[in-house]
């Protein structure tokens, strides 16, 4: 047990990488030196803007059509509800117009 605790002891031991390994990896890479610092973006991006602001409108013109087509809809239940009221009114009158006929005939 001894010689197999040895062997692990010298496989996970730490041994520092060769010199030309990390040349080796990047010429792999097709990495040849460091890498340019890239300038920083501007804190303010003129395009991000623009892209928001259209789409807020888009999205703000999207509602108020939808208010618009509820309240057409509203309009429309509206007269229909009314139309429907003068039509019942309009029964109950010639109804009380004969109810009365009646009741004079009966009385007569």
Do not use: C, Y
């Amino acid at each position: 047990m001894d010689e197999f605790e040895r062997e692990l002891e010298q496989a996970f031991a730490r041994r520092p990488a060769p010199p030309s390994l990390k040349r080796r990896l990047m010429e792999r890479r097709g990495i040849q030196g460091p890498r340019p610092i890239q300038a920083q973006r501007p804190v303010f991006n003129w395009q991000r803007l623009a892209a928001s602001l259209l789409l807020s409108a888009i999205l703000a013109g999207g509602v108020e059509w939808r208010i618009a087509q509820q309240r057409r809809r509203e309009e429309a239940t509206r007269e229909q509800v009314f139309t429907a009221l003068r039509i019942t009114s309009q029964a109950l009158e010639r109804m009380n117009t004969r109810l009365a006929a009646r009741h004079r005939g009966a009385q007569d």
